[in-house]
């Protein structure tokens, strides 16, 4: 199973942006579906934005507009670029195999901690 490093997440005042990384242990090529994750505090993991094989994205409601999920298989890297961003954005992000995570899968890495606030 190949492992997913998160990395990029920081302090940002609202209205900011930042992108994260997401690193793969090896190729993603053949995973259909990448998604970023992210866990507020108190508050269940939510799927907040996906890239699948063919190239379309999907994001979450809360999210869509503001945030673009790119993935680069040369790199085996997943980004996630967020503008626009507000102090609700504030969580733990974490990328993912989507099928895995939908299959019952519970193996996460340490995530990358964005604050959002003035």
């Known amino acids: 199973q190949v492992q997913l490093v998160e990395s990029g997440g920081g302090w940002v005042q609202p209205g900011g942006s930042l992108r994260l990384s997401c690193a793969a242990s090896?190729?993603?090529?053949?995973?259909?579906?990448l998604g970023w994750y992210r866990q507020a505090p108190g508050k269940q993991r939510e799927l907040v934005a996906a890239h699948i094989s063919d190239g379309s994205t999907n994001y979450a409601a809360s999210v869509k507009g503001r945030f673009t999920i790119s993935r680069d298989n040369a790199k085996n890297t997943v980004y996630l670029q967020m503008n626009s961003l507000k102090p609700e954005d504030t969580a733990v992000y974490y990328c993912?195999?989507?099928?895995?995570?939908?299959?019952?899968?519970?193996?996460w890495g340490k995530g990358t901690l964005v604050t959002v606030s003035s």
């Open positions: 090896g190729s993603i090529f053949s995973i259909t579906a």
């Open positions: 993912n195999d989507i099928e895995l995570v939908l299959g019952g899968m519970d193996n």
